[in-house]
Structure formats: structure tokens, C-alpha cells
């Protein structure tokens, strides 16, 4: 019975060695009421001693999601006997943990594991393994298992603490092991996790997304939205703060959405204020959707010191019809009425955003109401992007005119509006007296010491002196687009 839930269950199929767990995109997009339960990692001893005497290379592409599951995925390597080296050609397991957001995070991805497919055939024991948002992809699986012979092990997003069986799967059987689940399972607590900052860190609140904007491919590569537990994560805070730690960052694919999942009422604006009340320093928090951004949240924000004036809050598109074809679910007015209400809300606030150009059908006219949207809002900072089709997701079906030429064009003239803004912003900083949470040495070959302010802009500081890891106030001395330069009053 067990075994036909199973089945029913997974895309299995056998490769004469063992069986083999491949993704299933119809199972990814379900989205079933069924409670999420809780689940404590733990291993068995005799995996301790796996790689012994190993190394190990974890190649990082994608969202800060990815790096904090690597993160996760570092610690249990080491904890099953692995220790790391920082050049690949030096290791004996070479892991990717991919992105698929766009084309681009692919071909790097794919391009990777073509220098490692030669460094393979010069190092027959080279173990290697792919992970992440592309393992979800049936497209990217059936090409590994074609194409890609020499891969040694793949799982996905939803299934990172099995890795130490997966690699010693393979290690035993000598085959290529495949265990991707289309569905989310438990939430895992208790992961390792070896962090790569002494000061700041990632702390999960809400895994997946529900809200399958129609370009987007993260709802089926991370699955059914699902909160942690708020103890859980009170409590992984809390030690932060013992350990010294001055900064986290509440992550999510939609931070916002936190706590929706739970049959009781408490939500993004109750969990803020209690992480704010452990005292850690300074709490951010990404991504949020503009459609689950509360007043209430917008009032605790402001009412805490130690939650950083720092909102990112994507918009993507200025045009109505782009956005109710992209499935956002809020117009350029209604955006425009929360980006004010969170501007006059919170003193000094920098808002950050998300834009895509050249979405399927994107007229001149649409895209100059983004441009207008990026004038009236002058971001602090803007990532943006030219739209690229993701397999299986509803907009790569829609009929495309635009040319490539008209969206690089596009993004041109988006990015020097952009760009002016962040100058502008800078510039009116100079002179005046910000925090910063110093990070370290100034790692662009300049003297001096490098960190970021409470509004998330990365400031070089000239100083001789050592602060890092502390919060110091700062002069800034000079404006440039993307930093800022300052000296300390001493
Ligand atoms: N093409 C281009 N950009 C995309 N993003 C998400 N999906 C796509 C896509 N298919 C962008 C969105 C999102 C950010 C993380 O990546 O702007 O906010
Ligand atoms: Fe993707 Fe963000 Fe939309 Fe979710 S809210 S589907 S992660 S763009």
C-alpha cells in the first residue's frame, strides 16, 4: 500500500541499477491543502566517515534561497567527513547548486559542467553532483541522464538532507543516482549549517511560493508555500544573537506570505516585531510582494530601530496590461500608493526593486509607463532583466513579437534611468553621518575597510583601523552609483 502511495507519488523509473526519482512538473504545480509536518535531520553514524580524507567544491549560482542551502549543504558534507578547497580542480566532489530564474543561470550552469566533464576524463574518481532549482526541471533531468553521463548524483529543492545518502548511493552502487521530488515534503529542521559570514545571516521563514506570476518558474522549482514554525525560527535567532551575530536576513521567494499556511492567525508583521524584540542589531528581510505588504507591517517596520529602513519590493512592470498578463495582481496606481505609504511611513527608507523589459507583447507604450514608474519612484537600487521564456510556465505560450534587438534597447534606456536615480540618491548622502556594519578589508585593491548601511548600500570607508563586525557611525565623503566612500570621525 505504502509502496503504490509511493508510486502514485514520484515520476520513477529504473536504470537497471536502482531507482531513479525524476521531477514531474504536473505533480510541482498541485497545490494540496495537506498539513505540512515537522521533521528533525538526522543521519546514521556510519555515514559519518564517508569522505574521510576528501575535499569538496560547492559552485553557488542564483538567489540568496541558494546560498544559504548551500550553506546547509556545506556543513553536512563536512559533517560526513569532507572538508573544503576553494579551486574545483583540487576536489574530489564537485556539487552546483543551480538557479533557473532566467536562460543565462542555465548556460553558466551547463557551461560548468562542461570544464568539469574534461576534468573528469584526466580524474576517473571525481565525484559530481548537481542540485538545486534546475534539478527540478524535466528538461534539465532528461538532458543529465542523456547527455550528461558522467554526473554522478542530482536531487532537488526539496530533499537537500538527503544528500549523504544520495552520495554514498552512489559511491556503493557506482551509478548515477537520481532522487528529484516534484512535491515538497516535510520542513527539515535542524540542518547543519556552516555559515560564510561571521556577522550577518540568512535565516529561512517561508519556503516556496504560491502566487505563479505567469513568467515564473520559482512556484514549480520550489514548491507549495509553507511557514516554519515561529519557535523555530525565534529560536535560531536568539543563538545568532548569542553568538554575536548583528545582522539577519529573513528570507523567502515571498516573505510577506509568511505564516498564511498556519490554521492560527499570525503573520509577517507578528513575526517581525518578535525578531525584532531578541535584540539582534539589525533584521532584514526579501522578497516581498507588493500584494501581501500590510499597513501593519509598514507600521512595524517603522516602530523598530533595529529593523533596517530597507524595503525590496518588485514591481516588474509599469503598464496595467503587463501586469495583469505577468498575473501580478496589483496596478501601476495601486504600487504607486504603497510605495508612498511605505516612503512617508518609514524615515529614511530605501526601496529597492525588481523589472522586467520586453515581456511577450510589450508595446513601446507599456514599456514607457515603466519608464515613467521608474522616474517617479528614483529606487535606491533596481535589478533588472530582459524577460526570458521558462519551460512549462504560462507566459512562455504567449505569442512574442518583440525583437531581441528592441528589448536590449529597452533595458538600455531603463538602466540609465535607473542608474541616475541611485547617483542622485547617493549624492544627497554626502556629508551626512550614516551606520554601517563593517564587513572587512576593502577587497577592490583599495586601503580601507568595507560594509553596509542601514539602507543596504555598500560604503567604502577609509580607515586604518579595524571595526569589522561592529556598527560605527560614518561620514560619507563621496557619491558613486552603486557605493558610497566614507571616513570615520575619530
Ligand atoms: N525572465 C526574466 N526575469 C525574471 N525574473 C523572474 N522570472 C523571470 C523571467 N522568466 C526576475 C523577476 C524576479 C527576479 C528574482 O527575477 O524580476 O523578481
Ligand atoms: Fe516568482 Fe516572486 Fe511571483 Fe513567486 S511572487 S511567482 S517567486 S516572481
Redo the contacts with the bound molecule.
Sequence with gaps: MLLRAFFLVYNIKRNGSGIMILPDYKEAKQRTSKTVLREEYNIDKDLKSLGKGKTYYVKTYG?QMNEHDSENIKAMLEQIGFTEVDDYEKADLVLLNTCS???NAHNKAFGFLGRLKHLKEEKKDLIIGLCGCMAQEEGVVDEILHKYKFVNFVFGTHNLHRLPYLIKDNMTTSKQVIEVYSKEGNIIEGMPVKRENNYKAFVNIIYGCDKF?T????PFTRGKQRSRDKDDILKEVEELVKEGYQEVTLLGQNVNAYGKDFDYKYTMEDLLEDVAKTNIPRVRFM?SHPWDFTDKMIEVIAKYDNIMPSVHL?V?AGSDRILKLMGRRYTKESYLELFNKIKNTIPNVSIST???VGFPGETEEDFEETLDLAEKCKYDNA?T??????EN?P?AKFEDNVTLEEKEDRLHRLNEVVNKYFLENNKKLVGKTVKVLVEGKNTNGKDGYFGYTDTNKLININTTKDYTGKIIDVKVTDAKTWSLDGEIDE
Excluded: G, K, M, N
Design positions: 538567489c530564474i532566467r536562460e506570476c513568467y515564473c518558474i520559482v522578497t518588485p516588474q525588481d523589472i522586467i535589478f532583466f530582459i524577460y526570458s521564456p521558462r510556465t507566459a
